[in-house]
T-cell receptor, first 118, second 113 residues
Framework: KNQVEQSPQSLIILEGKNCTLQ??????????LRWYKQDTGRGPVSLTIMTFSENTKSNGRYTATLDADTKQSSLHITASQLSDSASYIC?????????????????FGKGTSLLVTP | DAGVTQSPTHLIKTRGQQVTLRCSPK?????VSWYQQALGQGPQFIFQ???????QRGNFPDRFSGHQFPNYSSELNVNALLLGDSALYLCASSFGTWNNEQFFGPGTRLTVL
């Protein structure tokens, strides 16, 4: 069964500090991995996407890493800001089977809730 | 260029009622996916529409149904509402079912009393 596990469930850090969020997955066959940022009551917004051959991808103060061998990913946030307070969701996409007429299946983690305090 | 839009923003219903949620995809997109997100949980895939047909479906009962119109907009219908249907309903659009670059709308917050 395809699963995506995120840790920690929640995190509180001081403004200006760095933090790292973790994502472990058992999705197979692997297509790509995305990190989304979701503000409370809003839709998720894509931060990064990585395919099997990529092990690092940056988007401003956000840097995602991927280890396809151990099936682990991390999202590192540098010099956190109050606006970084949100839920961060890891989404892993599986390649559909050859006998399927449907597209890629997206597997969502439950998210890590980050609170940045002054 | 308008992104994905959803209506209404908030909705309150009572048990047993029926509800219809609406979604307009991002310009140039032809595929719409619907997700249910309970409080504190990640989104759960409901179904995906392409070429006015349901192409994929998640583990949701038949009370959840949908429709896609020729202009690619979509509706999500939920019949016989249960308290457990209270959630944020997200719509995401993409170009083609085989492209998983999905853009999410702001969601509709449904509360069932």
């Amino acid at each position: 069964k395809n699963q995506v596990e995120q840790s920690p469930q929640s995190l509180i850090i001081l403004e200006g500090k760095n933090c790292t969020l973790q994502c472990n997955y058992t999705v197979s066959p692997f297509s790509n991995l995305r990190w989304y940022k979701q503000d409370t009551g809003r839709g998720p917004v894509s931060l990064t996407i990585m395919t099997f051959s990529e092990n690092t991808k940056s988007n401003g103060r956000y840097t995602a890493t991927l280890d396809a061998d151990t099936k682990q990913s991390s999202l590192h946030i540098t010099a956190s800001q109050l606006s970084d307070s949100a839920s961060y969701i890891c989404v892993v996409s599986a390649i559909p089977s050859s006998n399927s007429n449907s597209g890629y299946a997206l597997n969502f983690g439950k998210g890590t809730s980050l609170l940045v305090t002054p | 260029d308008a992104g994905v839009t959803q209506s209404p923003t908030h909705l309150i219903k009572t048990r047993g009622q029926q509800v219809t949620l609406r979604c307009s995809p991002k310009s140039g997109h032809d595929t719409v996916s619907w997700y249910q997100q309970a409080l504190g949980q990640g989104p759960q895939f409901i179904f995906q529409y392409y070429e006015e047909e349901e192409r994929q479906r998640g583990n949701f009962p038949d009370r959840f149904s949908g429709h896609q119109f020729p202009n690619y907009s979509s509706e999500l219908n939920v019949n016989a509402l249960l308290l457990g249907d209270s959630a944020l309903y997200l719509c995401a659009s993409s170009f083609g079912t085989w492209n998983n670059e999905q853009f999410f709308g702001p969601g509709t917050r449904l509360t069932v009393l």
